[in-house]
Nanobody, 124 residues
Framework: QVQLVESGGGSVQAGGSLRLSCAAS????????MGWFRQAPGKEREFVAAVSRNGGTTLYADSVKGRFTISRDNAKNTVYLQMSSLKPEDTAVYSC?????????????????WGQGTQVTVSS
């Protein structure tokens, strides 16, 4: 079983940038497809981005495409989410998740392990 811990959240003004990190322990991260999801108050959890085991395939929600970049460093057992041109509507708790299946997925139900999340607040 893999444990996931997110970091890097915080408060930023609109137009700013943040980089989130998701550190894995317990298992080799290269065994997992990884994803980022977010949940704003009063809203359902939504897919943000995902990356394949070797980093060769990425998938993004339309709302973040061109602004966010997901990447991974398997040697460091860490996945990143670089967020730029942030908007107030990006405010949410961001969680990383690990999926044992090979395919990159947008569906939260297909992810097996989850971190606790990190808060991102974007002010206008």
């Amino acid at each position: 079983q893999v444990q996931l811990v997110e970091s890097g959240g915080g408060s930023v003004q609109a137009g700013g940038s943040l980089r989130l990190s998701c550190a894995a322990s317990g298992r080799d991260l290269s065994r997992y497809t990884m994803g980022w999801f977010r949940q704003a108050p009063g809203k359902e959890r939504e897919f943000v981005a995902a990356v394949s085991r070797n980093g060769g395939t990425t998938l993004y929600a339309d709302s973040v495409k061109g602004r966010f970049t997901i990447s991974r460093d398997n040697a460091k057992n860490t996945v990143y989410l670089q967020m730029s041109s942030l908007k107030p509507e990006d405010t949410a708790v961001y969680s990383c998740a690990a999926e044992v299946r090979l395919f990159v997925s947008r569906r939260a139900s297909e992810y097996d392990y989850w971190g606790q999340g990190t808060q991102v607040t974007v002010s206008s």
